[in-house]
């Protein structure tokens, strides 16, 4: 591998630490840092690691990502214990926790280069408060029953936004539940709608089964260790898809929506929508299921309107875009953003409603 490479690497690594920091995670910030400075080639996994051959970034294979969840999950799966004692909440220095990772790199080599291969697979259940007021937007301007399909909808927690209890500001949403949503709010109240659902599915290249303990742990590899509240609401998200019997379908995104948007439903509002997932969808097939979608809205009628919802990273710096697209019309606007792990959710919702 050339230095240039892994000078390009240990780049990411860093990027990927200021991301964690800003999002609240110092370990995994420490973490991300430590590899940057002290990967060598003197390991296998190291080795894979400084000469990946694909886009190491976060928008790209989150490679940094990749290594953080697959230690996290030896520590949560309890194979290996040794690195379970450097892991929150204990404290150790930074030399004692890069010794304990380089062991572990000799110990669990096997599994580490097997599970690099796979993407971070995460379901953030606090990105449904930057949805619900985007659903309760849709119905207001449409006044219709809903139908979604969501893409990427990993273990579908965020096809059940509506069976949480939102706090927004001064404005409450929803029954007694489990999993319990009050981010930072800015902005003016979501308008008040009566949302009826009649339909939900979604899809995925790897769906996880709530009801898989396999599946679980992988989920919750991927949440930042440090992070217990993100742990503790995703388990509680966990047991209230399985009582549902929740699933979501083995799919490749651009399929599944042809045979989702096929034949307009006349009464009901179709809503695509897709969290932190599109920008991962290669470019080709990307622009596939953007014509697709544009197909479809030219389809729409005021009677079988179709709406696209989508939180993603724009490029802009502070947090993602939360975008609403309405057919007939085919009006893009920008109502609000939200940070990546749904912590704040800057509003402006659609004018003159």
């Not at 000469?51 to 190491?56: E, L, Y």
């Not at 089964?209 to 949440?223: G, H, V």
């Not at 490749?252 to 096929?262: E, K, V, Y």
Request: glycine letters at 8%.
């Amino acid at each position: 591998m050339s230095d240039e490479l892994s000078e390009l690497i240990r780049q990411s690594f860093l990027r990927q630490a200021k991301a964690c920091s800003d999002l609240g995670s110092p370990f995994t910030a420490r973490l991300c840092t430590l590899a940057a400075e002290r990967l060598t080639v003197e390991t296998r996994v190291g080795e894979t690691v400084l000469g990946w051959p694909g886009n190491p970034d976060g928008t790209g294979d989150a490679l940094a990502l990749r290594l953080a969840g697959t230690l996290h999950a030896l520590v949560r799966s309890g194979q290996d214990t040794a690195l379970a004692t450097v892991y929150p909440p204990h404290a150790v220095d930074d030399d004692t926790l890069w010794d304990a990772i380089e062991a572990t790199m000799r110990r669990d080599e096997a599994f580490i280069l097997e599970r690099l291969k796979s993407a971070p697979q995460t379901n953030e259940v606090r990105r449904s408060s930057a949805l619900l007021p985007g659903f309760l937007t849709i119905t207001a301007l449409t006044g219709k029953p809903l139908m979604l399909s969501e893409v990427g909808a990993s273990a579908g927690l965020n096809l059940q936004w509506d069976r949480y209890s939102y706090t927004l500001e001064d404005f409450h949403w929803g029954g007694t539940s489990t999993v319990e949503l009050a981010p930072r709010w800015e902005g003016p109240p979501p308008p008040q709608a009566a949302i009826d659902i009649i339909e939900r599915a979604g899809c995925d290249l790897n769906p996880l089964d709530p009801a898989s303990q396999d599946d679980r742990l992988r989920l919750y590899s991927y949440i930042w260790a440090d992070q217990h509240d993100r742990l503790e609401r995703t388990a509680a998200a966990l047991e209230m898809a399985t009582e549902s019997g929740l699933k979501v379908e083995k799919a490749d995104a651009i399929d599944w929506l042809r045979g989702r948007l096929g034949t307009p439903r006349p009464g009901v509002t179709h809503v695509i929508y897709h969290t932190i997932a599109w920008q991962y969808l290669p470019p080709a097939l990307k622009a596939e299921g953007e014509a697709l979608i544009a197909d479809a809205g030219s389809r729409a009628t005021l009677d079988a309107p179709l709406a696209r919802l989508q939180l993603e990273a724009d490029g802009k710096p502070d947090g993602a875009a939360i975008l609403l697209t309405l057919w007939p019309e085919g009006e893009t606007r920008e109502i609000g953003r939200a940070d990546f792990h749904g912590r704040w959710v800057k509003w402006v919702g659609w004018e003159g409603l």
